[in-house]
């Protein structure tokens, strides 16, 4: 729900209705909303960043591995819902720091995933940093653009435009 339609937009009843609880179950489960969406954003976090090294780490290949981690990075999620954790951090971090810092922790982990990639290409680490927050910078936009039903031309040339940086074009 809370990817669907937004943490503000969900209500209670969307949530109960959705989990098959009352609200007295919901409430003994999950203690608030908050903690639901507090639970289901390290949930969503962990299992993609195990999704995207277990991609890195089946290539042997650091280039074949950094086109597939962007190419998944960029196609993560092919409908318009976008990232669950873009979603969160863009509609919730200004206002909730335990949200904020739970989405600078998931950035930095990819980051750091993406640098240890560019890392075993060679590049210095400064610039491998560099580029690694580049990238994911590119790559989060990207799900802002499909959340807002961008043309998947659009999102192409981001990843044509991601991997040119590395010079993997």
Same mark, same amino acid.
């Given at each position: 729900?809370?990817?669907?339609?937004?943490?503000?937009?969900?209500?209670?009843?969307?949530?109960?209705?959705?989990?098959?609880?009352?609200?007295?179950?919901?409430?003994?489960?999950?203690?608030?909303?908050?903690?639901?969406?507090?639970?289901?954003?390290?949930?969503?976090?962990?299992?993609?960043?195990?999704?995207?090294?277990?991609?890195?780490?089946?290539?042997?290949?650091?280039?074949?591995?950094?086109?597939?981690?962007?190419?998944?990075?960029?196609?993560?999620?092919?409908?318009?819902?976008?990232?669950?954790?873009?979603?969160?951090?863009?509609?919730?971090?200004?206002?909730?720091?335990?949200? /904020? @810092?739970?989405?600078?922790?998931?950035? !930095? #982990?990819?980051?750091?995933? =993406?640098?240890? %990639?560019?890392?075993?290409?060679?590049?210095?680490?400064?610039?491998?940093?560099?580029?690694?927050?580049?990238?994911?910078?590119?790559?989060?936009?990207?799900?802002?653009?499909?959340?807002?039903?961008? /043309? @998947?031309?659009?999102?192409?040339?981001? !990843? #044509?435009?991601?991997?040119? =940086?590395?010079? %993997?074009?």
């Amino acid at each position: 729900m809370f990817w669907r339609k937004g943490y503000e937009a969900t209500s209670l009843d969307d949530l109960t209705e959705a989990t098959h609880l009352s609200r007295s179950s919901f409430y003994a489960a999950f203690g608030s909303k908050r903690e639901l969406l507090l639970h289901a954003y390290r949930r969503y976090a962990n299992a993609f960043y195990a999704d995207m090294k277990t991609l890195a780490d089946e290539h042997e290949d650091t280039d074949t591995a950094l086109r597939a981690v962007v190419k998944a990075l960029v196609d993560a999620r092919p409908d318009d819902r976008g990232c669950f954790c873009v979603n969160a951090i863009v509609e919730l971090a200004p206002s909730d720091p335990e949200l /904020a @810092e739970l989405g600078r922790d998931h950035i !930095q #982990r990819m980051c750091t995933l =993406l640098e240890q %990639l560019i890392t075993r290409r060679g590049t210095r680490r400064p610039l491998a940093r560099a580029l690694a927050a580049t990238l994911m910078t590119l790559t989060m936009g990207s799900a802002v653009f499909r959340k807002a039903s961008v /043309a @998947e031309g659009t999102l192409k040339s981001v !990843q #044509r435009q991601a991997l040119g =940086l590395l010079g %993997l074009a």
